[in-house]
């Protein structure tokens, strides 16, 4: 063995490497730490100088939205330091009017989208702005274009393709009591064959007339769809007794000057026929006011508990810019009723003052705000039953004479205790959903979707379809199948946020404010 | 043992709780979106930010193996690399798997890939690099005595070559010293661990018929020596990327670390 291997502790390998004579360490890594720890001092000088002096756009989670780029660094603006963004900073710029629940709201949403009223306390389960809408996801992010999976959250559906219900108007099975007798196939033919329309679709035009934008239909109003054939300058009353049983003149009315006849002055006497203590009403206009201010007299005499449900049921069709008319005339009756009674110290008296006082609110609130739907059943202070004083001659005498009176209405309207039923119908049929039809005209013709009504089946015949398949209760309705035959994944937009809206229409702000204020 | 699972229940409960995770996700996805603001978003965040805390703990306990009764440091190894890829699926779930808008967010998300990934790439490379190592070589070495080995073998050679012919003396001096001067790592025993030695010894063959009986045992010498040498080089290639991978690893570790505490503060101030 040679002298230098000796020194050592052996050798490995075919070429006999020396062992080490000592433990060897491996080498330190020590050095990856300071290399982390340099970039650590980069990221910290890059974080000092990103929060103190530029836009702070290290520590943001992403560009804002476009709307709300213009507040830039000023984190402020939105977020409180320490807890969430709060309702309060969106408020700020969405609420205008203040308050603390609002029309963006979940209390508004249940009122909104429920029409229930008894929604309107504040809901315990109201949630952040920013738990649907979710910023810093970059400029052209839209902020209300909110996914499905939130609404479903609280709504058991799976979506619009899957256990999305039937519309309501279409699965409730409850026929509209339109209380109008109207042939939507008789009309049509009357285009056809008068007008000399030859295309079809068309002829729902001349009373379905589009609202400016194309979305929707205005009402359909008797003056511009109707007026042109019915109640011409021939159609008139019967000739109907005067006084005592009978009907009360134009000038007795003016004599009397009760609440709510100011139109007794601008109404012409030459309207007027008299002949041997009877009048008649030549001709007759829709609404007419002597008709339905004699009807309502009738009405008090004939079913005296029915007092104001009367009131307002006479004042048939009155069209919705008209209701505070309506209402301002049932108010006045009311206090005119309170302040005779206010005097008296009865304890039943004081009870009904009472009744009357919450009426009394109930109808202002209906009147500074339409969207509040009036329960007309409150306004049944007693039942509709004919009042037992009045003997089974003079009863038969009174509807008579209520049939003469509304000779002419009937032609159209059902009359039912001496009222005239009041035709709620009108073109808003969805109520939790908007539907846009110029969307969908180009597509598709009317009559491809309201088809319950057989109009192409009975369009240019001389028949007119029987009234079970054709009259003005029907909702002319396609089923929700229809619409999911094109609003599916792989087509026309399915989101919920394609037909619905959370918040309610800005229009209606000042109106939802003032009840949740 | 299988060479990849060394222990099949940390590897069962680790898929567990993946399986978990995802079920959980998937669950929730169906009740309302997941992103990072949402209910279910900051609790996978705050699941992450524990797993991560979970991992770090490898690194303290390979600077307290003095104390035993802290454990097996082999279980925060485990420990380290199955929650490092929890961490990560936490990391996902926690961002509704898209990639953030966010500067910062981005970063971390990216960081986060990147040091697991990394990770992963070690594990992959601690399991292959000794298998292969040691299946094509006969010389096995120390990474930190290649200099010294090398060292010793150049001097051996010369010894060798000194009392040659000048024709083993040229070919020596043209082929075979300018490789003894150092390690020489080489891309090629990645792939094939044995092929570019054998490759490089050819020339030994070519110069042999062309010399006499003494100097052809003192190129046989060379040529054992060289073949170490070579081998050595192979060793230093692929050690040296045994080790390397942590400086993928560590430094952006410490960053991400760093970028995380950003993050909270954000979430937690904003």
Redesign the interface.
């Known amino acids: 063995m040679a002298e230098s291997d000796k020194k050592r502790k052996g050798f490995f390998g075919d070429v006999r490497l020396p062992v080490s004579k000592e433990y060897v360490y491996p080498a330190k890594q020590t050095f990856l730490f300071w290399v982390g720890g340099i970039g650590v001092l980069f990221l910290a000088a890059f974080f000092l100088i990103d929060v103190t002096i530029k836009e702070g756009v290290l520590v943001s989670n992403g560009p804002l939205s476009s709307a709300h780029a213009s507040f830039g660094a000023n984190c402020a603006t939105c977020h409180t330091p320490l807890e969430n963004v709060s309702n309060d900073k969106c408020m700020v710029c969405h609420e205008k009017f203040g308050g603390d629940q609002g029309i963006y709201s979940f209390a508004t949403h249940y009122l909104y989208r429920s029409t229930d009223f008894t929604r309107l306390t504040p809901s315990t389960n109201e949630v952040s702005c920013a738990t649907c809408h979710s910023e810093h996801e970059g400029r052209e992010a839209v902020l209300d274009a909110v996914p499905s999976a939130m609404c479903i959250s609280c709504h058991e559906y799976g979506s619009f393709n899957d256990q999305h219900p039937e519309f309501e108007a279409i699965g409730s099975g409850v026929p509209d009591p339109a209380n109008i007798t109207f042939s939507h196939t008789r009309h049509v033919n009357e285009i056809i064959s008068k007008v000399g329309e030859t295309d079809l679709e068309k002829t729902c035009l001349y009373c379905h007339q589009s609202d400016p934008v194309g979305a929707g239909f205005e009402p359909i109003s008797f003056d511009v769809s109707c007026a042109s054939c019915h109640l011409t300058a021939s159609s008139s009353t019967d000739w109907l007794p005067t006084g005592g049983n009978g009907v009360q003149t134009l000038a007795t009315l003016r004599a009397q000057r009760g609440p709510g006849t100011g139109w007794v002055d601008y109404m012409s006497p030459g309207d007027f026929q008299e002949r041997s203590g009877r009048v008649r009403k030549r001709p007759v206009y829709h609404r007419d006011p002597w008709i339905l201010e004699n009807l309502k007299r009738l009405q008090g005499i004939m079913y005296p508990d029915n007092e104001l449900a009367s009131l307002l049921r006479a004042s048939a069709d009155v069209a919705p810019e008209d209701a505070d008319i309506l209402y301002e005339e049932a108010l006045a009756t009311l206090t005119a009723y309170a302040d005779e009674l206010r005097g008296i110290p009865d304890r039943s008296v004081q009870r009904s003052l009472s009744e009357i006082d919450d009426l009394m609110a109930e109808i202002k609130k209906r009147i500074r705000d339409p969207l509040s739907p009036l329960d007309e059943t409150k306004f049944l202070l007693g039942s509709a039953s004919v009042d037992p004083d009045i003997d089974e001659v003079t009863l038969s005498q009174y509807k008579e004479l209520i049939d003469g009176l509304t000779l002419t209405c009937q032609k159209c309207h059902s009359v039912d205790n001496a009222s005239i039923g009041r035709v709620s119908k009108d073109q808003s049929t969805f109520v939790r959903a908007e539907f846009n039809h110029r969307s969908h005209i180009i597509q598709s013709g009317c009559l491809d979707c309201h088809s319950k009504i057989p109009i192409r089946e009975f369009a240019a015949r001389d028949s007119v379809a029987a009234v079970k398949i054709d009259h003005a209760g029907i909702q002319n309705l396609p089923s929700i199948q229809l619409c999911q035959s094109c609003h599916t994944p792989k087509k026309a937009a399915n989101t919920c946020i394609t037909c619905h809206q959370f918040h309610p229409d800005k229009s209606q702000h000042s109106n939802l404010l003032r009840y949740l204020n | 043992m299988n060479k990849w699972v060394q222990s099949p229940p940390w590897l069962l409960g680790f898929l567990v709780l993946c399986a978990l995770a995802v079920a959980a996700f998937i669950v929730n ?5 997941i ?4 209910t279910w978003g900051i609790a996978y965040g705050i699941g992450a930010l524990a797993a991560f805390g979970v991992v770090l703990l490898h690194s303290l306990r390979r600077r307290t193996l003095r104390f035993q009764k802290l454990g097996r440091s082999w279980m925060y190894l485990q420990i380290h690399v199955y929650g490092g890829a929890l961490f990560l699926l936490l990391v996902f779930m926690h961002s509704g798997f898209s990639v ?6 981005w970063w971390l998300w990216f960081l986060s890939i990147w040091v697991v990934g990394s990770g992963l790439l070690g594990i992959v490379i601690q399991k292959w690099i000794p298998t292969v190592l040691t299946s094509g070589l ?8 290649a200099g ?2 090398i060292k ?2 150049r001097q ?1 050679c010369e010894k060798l070559i000194a009392k040659s012919d000048p024709r083993l003396k040229g070919f020596y001096t043209d082929h075979v010293a300018p490789s003894l001067g150092g390690t020489n790592p080489r891309l090629t025993y990645f792939f094939d661990i044995t092929g570019g030695i054998h490759t490089r010894i050819k020339p030994f063959g070519h110069v042999r018929p062309h010399l006499s009986g003494a100097d052809k045992t003192t190129l046989d010498a060379v040529q ?2 060289f073949t ?1 040498k070579l081998e050595i080089d192979a060793h230093c290639t692929l050690q040296r990327a045994l ?1 390397g991978w ?2 993928l690893h ?6 991400m670390t ?2 995380l505490g ?1 993050h909270l ?2 979430v ?3």
């Open positions: 996805m169906t009740m309302e979106p992103h990072p603001g949402s953030p808008t966010g500067v910062h967010t006969r010389v096995e070495i120390h990474y930190d005595r010294e080995l010793a073998i051996r054992e020596l170490s080790r942590l400086v560590i430094p952006v570790s410490i960053v760093a970028l950003v503060f954000s937690m101030y904003y």
